[in-house]
């Protein structure tokens, strides 16, 4: 191949993905994440962030922290959360982005999620005390920097700190999903109405991690049409949930249903993730076939929009 044709080649392959390295889904302190906000926008930084968005569960509590710690090192930034919604039967996860952590539909919204959060934490305690594992509920308080919201994340490392279970991830299975004994039904938001608050507080609203939810064909598609016609507008395609087989699939699906992509790691912690802020050096990119989502945020004016 002369020369020329194989550097055109190279230049065609670059230019296959968005280069900008986005990082919109990390949890702090304030949520189930066990870094500050000031310590995850340091990291961020370090490793190379072009635009990061802190996405705590149900909670705004760590954004003003962050957006100064952003501010001061230089880190473009985002506001965000990530909503608990109930749909189908399953737990599904919608990611707000640029959202005005102020308002106050947004606000109360969330404070009645995070309200249930108490009852299901006791009501874990007391299955895992039913299988002989006393003080559980206890347990994961002490390990919740944010009272208001203990999450199963927290049960999950209380059982390894305790030495019942080695790893986090073997806890998760088999104490913590569906039919095991520290798992509560719970009922979240509603699909609709989590959508609404984050559109009114000028948000962009995203499905979260979508490849891990356990939906048949119909019941995904339901859930695509039915966020879609509530006004939401991306679908992660990148996350640390994701492997190569589902970034090819939500790829797909985004460009089927009209949805912005997004991307972000869901960093909660240097041991447990899988994903780092950033996705690493080698963190996939999102296709250029996809419209990003930072495209539809109001960002501060040298942020890089590859
Ligand atoms: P909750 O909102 O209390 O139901 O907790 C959900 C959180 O648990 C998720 O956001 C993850 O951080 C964590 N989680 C869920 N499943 C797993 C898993 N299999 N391994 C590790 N963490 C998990
Ligand atoms: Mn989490
Ligand atoms: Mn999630
Ligand atoms: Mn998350």
């Given at each position: 191949?002369?020369?020329?044709?194989?550097?055109?080649?190279?230049?065609?392959k670059?230019?296959?993905?968005?280069?900008?390295?986005?990082?919109?889904?990390?949890?702090?302190?304030?949520?189930?994440?066990?870094?500050?906000?000031?310590?995850?926008?340091?990291?961020?930084?370090?490793?190379?962030?072009?635009?990061?968005?802190?996405?705590?569960?149900?909670?705004?509590s760590?954004?003003?922290a962050?957006?100064?710690?952003?501010?001061?090192?230089?880190?473009?930034?985002?506001?965000?959360?990530?909503?608990?919604?109930?749909?189908?039967?399953?737990?599904?996860?919608?990611?707000?982005?640029?959202?005005?952590?102020s308002?106050?539909?947004l606000?109360?919204?969330?404070?009645?999620?995070?309200?249930?959060?108490?009852?299901?934490?006791?009501a874990?305690?007391?299955?895992?005390?039913?299988?002989?594992?006393?003080?559980?509920?206890?347990?994961?308080?002490?390990?919740?920097?944010?009272?208001?919201?203990?999450?199963?994340?927290?049960?999950?490392?209380?059982?390894?700190?305790?030495g019942?279970?080695?790893?986090?991830?073997?806890?998760?299975?088999?104490?913590?999903?569906?039919?095991?004994?520290?798992?509560?039904?719970?009922?979240?938001?509603?699909?609709?109405?989590?959508?609404?608050?984050?559109?009114?507080?000028?948000?962009?609203?995203?499905?979260?991690?979508?490849?891990?939810?356990?939906?048949?064909?119909?019941?995904?598609?339901?859930?695509?049409?039915?966020?879609?016609?509530h006004?939401?507008?991306g679908?992660?395609?990148?996350?640390?949930s994701?492997?190569?087989?589902?970034?090819?699939?939500?790829?797909?699906?985004?460009?089927?249903?009209?949805?912005?992509?997004?991307?972000?790691?869901?960093?909660?912690?240097?041991?447990?993730?899988?994903?780092?802020?950033?996705?690493?050096?080698?963190?996939?990119?999102?296709?250029?076939?996809?419209?990003?989502?930072?495209?539809?945020?109001?960002?501060?004016?040298?942020?890089?929009?590859?």
């Amino acid at each position: 191949m002369p020369p020329r044709a194989r550097r055109q080649r190279r230049r065609t392959k670059i230019a296959a993905v968005h280069t900008l390295n986005a990082d919109l889904h990390s949890h702090s302190t304030a949520s189930d994440g066990t870094l500050t906000p000031r310590e995850l926008a340091s990291r961020a930084r370090a490793n190379g962030v072009e635009l990061w968005a802190l996405t705590d569960h149900d909670e705004l509590s760590g954004l003003g922290a962050a957006a100064s710690a952003a501010a001061e090192f230089g880190l473009p930034f985002v506001p965000g959360i990530e909503i608990s919604v109930s749909f189908a039967g399953e737990t599904v996860h919608v990611v707000g982005l640029g959202i005005d952590p102020s308002a106050p539909e947004l606000q109360s919204g969330i404070a009645e999620v995070r309200a249930g959060r108490e009852a299901r934490a006791r009501a874990m305690g007391a299955g895992l005390a039913a299988v002989g594992i006393a003080r559980a509920y206890e347990g994961a308080v002490a390990l919740a920097p944010n009272p208001n919201l203990v999450s199963r994340t927290h049960f999950a490392r209380f059982l390894v700190h305790a030495g019942i279970v080695p790893d986090l991830h073997s806890v998760f299975r088999r104490y913590l999903v569906d039919g095991k004994p520290g798992y509560v039904q719970h009922r979240w938001a509603r699909l609709g109405d989590a959508v609404r608050w984050i559109r009114n507080a000028g948000g962009v609203a995203v499905i979260a991690h979508p490849g891990r939810y356990k939906f048949t064909p119909t019941e995904e598609y339901a859930l695509f049409t039915e966020f879609i016609a509530h006004g939401g507008l991306g679908v992660e395609v990148v996350t640390g949930s994701h492997h190569a087989a589902d970034i090819v699939k939500y790829t797909g699906m985004a460009l089927e249903f009209g949805l912005l992509a997004s991307r972000g790691s869901d960093f909660h912690d240097p041991l447990e993730s899988r994903l780092d802020l950033g996705l690493g050096a080698e963190g996939e990119r999102l296709s250029a076939r996809l419209t990003p989502v930072w495209t539809e945020l109001r960002l501060p004016d040298d942020a890089a929009t590859a």
